[in-house]
């Protein structure tokens, strides 16, 4: 029974002592878990309190507000009310739940809710507004992804930069443009997102109406090369509207007028030609004319001679009785010249007579210089000319004045 009793009491001890050292191992691991509890609750803080600034909220005054302050003596405990000592003081026994522990935690959980849900919306704004302007290979997932974000945030404003620059070009292209066609516009206003769209509607508008008149323009240049049939265009009309032939058809048009110009000076030249040889056939009608007033004249003054020899012939026959005509055989050679030439009446004045001895009845020859013409027949014989009558039968050309009459 001693040594029965001396056995439990060194199993007791050996308890008592394994006891001891576990005690001793927990509050060890008590320690080291409260301090790591109190790490982890200083670092929420701190995450919450860095995550609330300039974010408009109050997260982090929510978890670090004193509302757990005076333990079991009134005082205030460390670690704040996500440490082990506010979470130990916020056991409500009647409830037997941590719950204002648990509202710390809640308010700790939405703020990573609202900031995870800004940076989908952010994401997904840059993704969408980066579809807006074109930008391809930017899905939302490059920026909500750590890793790859700041990549894409770069990427991303450099391909915005890149669109500035185009629209700053496209901006000043615009104002230059508008310059030319005399139709200036404020550069300021096309900068600004609030003006913009009045001064590139004026543009538009003139940029059109400057459109339709270069369309009337060809238009009324090929109507020009349609009309203008006396010329021979090189230029073919419907090229003139072709944006990539217009400028070789525009050169040819204008060797086209060149050529025109240059027959329009000749038409000058012809003109005054013309006009010169107008002015000297007026001045030759003027001078027939004249010739047939000087004809008729003398046709007047034949009538009368006429009449005359007639009465004088009357007066010769009576007088000369039976006197023997003069014989061809008889007379000397004669030569003469046509005065005049009546084809109406067939008979010619030559500038022989009475004075040269011409006898009525007398057969001449009409010639040009050494050209035979035709025969004559004298009918009337006055002192110093005499009228003869054309042979037609011995004829073989158009007598003239000026031609020899010879014997």
């Known amino acids: 029974m001693v040594l029965v009793n001396k056995v439990l009491n060194i199993l007791i001890l050996v308890g008592a002592l394994l006891s001891c050292a576990y005690s001793y191992l927990l509050f060890e691991r008590r320690t080291e878990l409260r301090d790591r509890g109190e790490k982890l609750a200083d670092a929420i803080a701190s995450t919450v309190k860095d995550l609330d600034v300039k974010s408009g909220t109050t997260y982090s005054a929510e978890i670090n507000r004193n509302d ?9 405990l460390a670690g704040g ?42 994401a997904d704004g840059l993704s969408q507004h980066a579809g807006l302007f074109e930008q391809e290979g930017f899905e939302i997932e490059a920026f909500q992804e ?48 609030d003006t913009y769209d009045e ?39 419907q090229l003139l509207k072709d944006d990539n032939a217009y400028a070789g058809e525009l050169t040819s048009l ?22 010169e040889a107008k002015d000297t056939l007026e001045k030759t009608i003027e001078a027939l004319e004249t010739s047939n007033d000087n004809l008729a004249t003398l046709e007047s003054k034949l009538a009368n001679l006429e009449a005359d020899y007639a ?38 004045i030559i500038n022989l007579g009475r004075n040269d001895n011409l006898p009525e009845d007398l057969e001449m020859t009409v010639a ?21 009558e054309i042979l037609p039968k011995m004829k073989i050309g158009s007598v003239i004045e000026g031609d020899r009459v010879i014997f």
């Open 68 to 76: 757990f302050s005076g333990g079991a003596n009134g005082e205030t």
């Open 81 to 122: 009310p996500l440490g082990w000592a506010y979470f130990h003081a916020s056991y409500d026994s009647e409830t037997q739940s941590h719950a204002k522990f648990e509202n710390v935690l809640e308010e700790v959980k939405k703020q990573a809710q609202d900031i995870r849900g800004q940076r989908d919306l952010l």
């Open 146 to 193: 750590v890793a790859s974000y700041e990549e894409s945030l770069k990427d991303l404003y450099a391909g915005l930069e890149d669109i500035r620059k185009r629209d700053d070009a496209i901006i000043t292209k615009i104002d230059e443009t508008a310059t030319k066609i005399g139709q200036p516009i404020d550069k300021d206003l096309l900068t600004s997102t």
């Open 199 to 237: 001064p590139l509607i004026s543009f538009g508008f003139h940029v059109g109406k400057l459109k339709e008149r270069v369309v009337n323009y060809v238009d009324t240049l090929a109507q020009v090369v349609d009309k203008i049939s006396a010329h021979e265009f090189e230029v073919d009309a």
């Open 254 to 275: 204008l060797n086209d007028f060149a050529n025109i110009n240059e027959k329009l000076t000749d038409y000058e030249r012809y003109k005054v030609e013309f006009l």
């Open 311 to 348: 009465s004088l012939n009357k007066n010769y026959n009576q007088l000369a009785g039976s006197a023997n005509k003069a014989q061809p055989s008889q007379l000397k050679k004669l030569e003469g010249t046509v005065l005049n030439v009546n084809y109406d009446w067939n008979y010619i």
């Open 368 to 388: 040009r210089e050494k050209e035979y013409i035709c025969k004559v027949l004298v009918t009337k014989v006055f002192e110093k000319h005499s009228v003869a």
